[in-house]
């Protein structure tokens, strides 16, 4: 018997569940999962401990009876689906096609150059600035503080920006 005056480590302030035990059994099989979208082990990492981060939050509302297995799979999925979705609307930093235009410079990369600097002096100085800041890499949460405004404001100046870009050079980056 323990002495309710023995400290004891937050860890063991309360009862693991048998279902928080299951889900620590079935780490693997998630990890196994995992492989099937993603290669880096890095990134296999990331994926499952966010997905058994919103499993435990969410573990009220598992319905015992049913698939433990397939429940985690589909957030596992799930949260998979979001984050690519996430990164392909959220492009951060220059694309790799444009490092790869930058490895070897041409006449014609330059006359380039030349116009698309024409047409941001021409953007609005805050689209400018929203469309610089979020193409030199800097987070959207980071530039919108830079800018002092909202991530809904800022994500809005930068697709514009692009808009107008777009035709002011009449879709020539797209090459």
Known sequence: MTSLSSPRPASHCEETSPIELEIVELTPALRA??????????DIDDLVQETL????????????GTSLKSW?????????????????REPVGMDVTMEQVAIAPSQEWALR???LRQALTRLSDERRRAL?????????????????????????RVSRARETLQSLL??????
């Not at 981060?53 to 015992?64: D, E, G, V």
């Not at 979001?82 to 392909?88: G, L, P, W």
């Not at 530039?143 to 809005?156: D, E, F, P």
């Open 33 to 42: 999962f995992a492989r099937r979208f993603l290669r880096s082990e890095d």
């Open 53 to 64: 981060l919103k499993a435990l939050n969410s573990i009220h509302l598992y319905h015992p």
């Open 72 to 88: 985690l799979f589909t957030i596992l999925r799930n949260t998979f689906c979001s984050n690519y979705r996430r990164q392909q």
């Open 113 to 115: 150059e030349r116009e």
């Open 132 to 156: 610089t800041l979020v193409a030199a890499g800097t987070s959207y949460e980071e530039a919108a503080r830079i800018c002092g405004c909202r991530v809904g404001t800022l994500k809005s």
């Open 170 to 175: 009449g879709n020539q980056l797209i090459d």
